[in-house]
């Protein structure tokens, strides 16, 4: 039983800051490389950040560069990603997905294909 499930979604100003988290159950977080993509309405999924593991090689989209920050806590099973300067364009279903690597990967490919198991999604509204 391999479960990842988002939260944290909601309404915010442009400006305003999130954190989103992703609980997972089913697996040892260590061995798993993480991923945050998103969706807006009309356009395809993109890799929004992803990590091979806590001390690997972390990729952010050009767009959120300096704004959004990846994280995890191994202990309590949990991913986050914390938005800071929130903007319109930043409008889109959020999910958070996972993929086993081996201990000496330190980069994956932030993209879709490379991850197997999703969470559900929540939603995040950047609007005045």
């Known amino acids: 039983q391999l479960q990842l499930v988002e939260s944290g979604g909601g309404l915010v100003q442009p400006g305003g800051s999130l954190r989103l988290a992703c609980a997972t159950s089913g697996f040892t977080l260590d061995y798993y490389a993480i991923g945050w993509f998103r969706q807006a309405p009309g356009k395809e999924r993109e890799g929004v950040s992803c990590?091979?593991?806590?001390?690997?090689?972390?990729y952010y989209a050009d767009s959120v560069k300096g704004r959004f920050t990846i994280s995890r806590d191994n202990a309590k099973n949990t991913v986050y990603l914390q938005m800071n300067s929130l903007k319109p364009e930043d409008t889109a279903v959020y999910y958070c997905?996972?993929?086993?690597?081996?201990?000496?990967?330190?980069?994956?490919?932030?993209?879709?294909?490379?991850?197997?198991?999703w969470g559900q999604g929540t939603q995040v509204t950047v609007s005045s």
């Open positions: 997905a996972a993929e086993r690597v081996a201990p000496i990967v330190t980069s994956v490919p932030c993209s879709e294909s490379f991850f197997a198991y």
């Open positions: 990590t091979s593991s806590s001390d690997g090689i972390t």
